[in-house]
């Protein structure tokens, strides 16, 4: 069964770094589309980044534009999101998504990941 497990979630200062990697498993997905989004209780779940399948194609919310870069490794069947410069409205569970109907962008990603808890302190 496919599946995508994300990893390096955890608790950080405000202005430090963290990497989250995510790995699939079952199936490969290297010609679709994947993405991060974040979700805060009580919030709907948001875009947060995407790369599409051959990475040429990046797109990232506003919020995190110059902060974030994502990343994949197609050979390795994982997507990785640097997060620089973290800040307290950062803090989310971040979930790894992939979109196997659209090569570009996560669309209606139909794959998700079991989440990853980011906490930046102030």
């Known amino acids: 069964q496919a599946q995508l497990v994300e990893s390096g979630g955890g608790l950080v200062q405000a202005g430090g770094s963290l990497r989250l990697s995510c790995a699939a498993s079952?199936?490969?997905?290297?010609?679709?589309?994947m993405g991060w989004f974040r979700q805060v209780p009580g919030k709907e779940r948001e875009f947060v980044a995407a790369i599409s399948w051959n990475g040429a194609s990046i797109f990232y919310t506003d919020s995190v534009k110059d902060r974030f870069v994502i990343s994949r490794d197609t050979a390795k069947n994982t997507v990785n999101l640097q997060m620089n410069s973290l800040k307290p409205e950062d803090t989310a569970v971040y979930y790894c998504?992939?979109?196997?109907?659209?090569?570009?962008?996560?669309?209606?990603?139909?794959?998700w990941g079991q989440g990853t808890q980011v906490t930046v302190s102030s």
């Open positions: 998504a992939a979109d196997t109907s659209n090569n570009r962008y996560t669309n209606r990603p139909d794959y």
């Open positions: 079952g199936r490969t997905f290297s010609s679709a589309a």
